[in-house]
C-alpha cells in the first residue's frame, strides 16, 4: 500500500476502546503470547529526516510530521553491538531488557561494564567518539488516537536528553507522563563528528481528560510488564 502523509491528534470525544471489556477480549482471543518487538512500531529515521514512519500490519505503513497521543509505559534498555552498522541485520551481542543486568556477551552488571562507560562508542564509519559503546535507549509505549494497541518508540541516545527535559517539565506541573497528552515530533540536528541525524522532540498537549485515566492504567497494567522482558533488538542499517 502506499504511504499517506497525515498529522495524529487526539479529539476529546475520542474512546480508546469501545469497551475494555472487548479489548480484553480481542487480546486474549487473538494473542497466546506477546514481545513488545510484535506490536507496532514508529522509527526514529537516520540522516536527520524529519517524518515518522509508523507500522501497521494490517493497513499498511504511513508517515506522519507529528504524533500525537498518551506515554503508558517507558523502560530503559541497553544494547551492544560489536561490529559497525553495515545495513545488514544482526542480534545485539549483549543487551539489558532493565539497563541493569546484562545478557550476552559481556553480560553482567550494566553500571561496572567498561563498555557502558563515556568515551567508548564508535560510529558507522567506526570512529571512536565520546559516547558508550553499549547504548543507553529508552522504550515508549504510546497509544495513538484510533489504535487499540500501543505502538512502540524505540528512543535512542541522542535523543535521550530532549526526553528527560520534557518528563522533567511535566514534574513542574505534578503530571505522569501517562497522565499528560503528548506531542513528539523530529528535528535535524549535527553532532559534533558532522554526521546529521533525527532528533525527538517533545511537546506538551495537555491533561488526559480524568474520565478516559482508568482506561490508561488498565494499558499499563496490560502492557507494563512486556518492556521488563524485552530481548535484544535486531539492528538493520535503516534507523539510528
Not at 476529546?12 to 506490536?39: C, G, K, M, P, Y
Request: hydrophobic share 35%.
Amino acid at each position: 500500500m502506499s504511504k499517506q502523509q497525515t498529522d495524529i491528534a487526539i479529539p476529546e470525544s475520542t474512546t480508546i476502546a469501545t469497551t475494555q471489556a472487548d479489548f480484553e477480549e480481542s487480546l486474549r482471543e487473538n494473542v497466546t503470547s506477546l514481545s513488545i518487538w510484535e506490536l507496532g512500531r514508529v522509527k526514529i529515521p537516520a540522516g536527520g529526516a524529519t517524518s515518522w514512519e509508523i507500522e501497521d500490519p494490517v493497513t499498511g505503513p504511513t508517515s506522519a510530521k507529528t504524533l500525537t497521543g498518551i506515554i503508558v509505559c517507558q523502560q530503559d534498555v541497553r544494547q551492544y553491538y560489536s561490529g559497525p552498522m553495515t545495513g545488514e541485520t544482526a542480534p545485539p551481542d549483549c543487551y539489558s531488557p532493565d539497563a541493569k543486568v546484562g545478557i550476552g556477551n559481556p553480560g553482567g552488571a550494566c553500571h561496572a561494564c567498561p563498555l557502558a562507560q563515556w568515551g567508548t562508542g564508535h560510529d558507522a564509519a567506526g570512529n571512536a567518539t565520546k559516547g558508550q559503546a553499549c547504548g543507553l535507549r529508552k522504550h515508549l509505549l504510546l497509544l495513538l488516537d484510533g489504535r487499540r494497541m500501543p505502538v512502540l518508540v524505540n528512543v535512542p541516545p541522542t535523543s535521550l536528553k530532549s526526553l528527560k527535559a520534557y518528563l522533567l517539565g511535566l514534574c513542574d506541573h505534578d503530571l505522569p507522563y501517562y497522565k499528560a497528552v503528548t506531542e513528539l515530533s523530529l528535528v535535524s540536528a549535527k553532532s559534533a563528528a558532522g554526521p546529521t541525524y533525527s532528533q525527538l522532540a517533545l511537546r506538551f498537549g495537555g491533561p488526559v481528560p480524568a474520565d478516559r485515566l482508568p482506561t490508561i492504567i488498565e494499558y499499563r497494567r496490560i502492557f507494563g510488564p512486556f518492556l521488563g522482558q524485552a530481548a535484544g533488538e535486531t539492528r538493520g542499517g535503516d534507523e539510528q
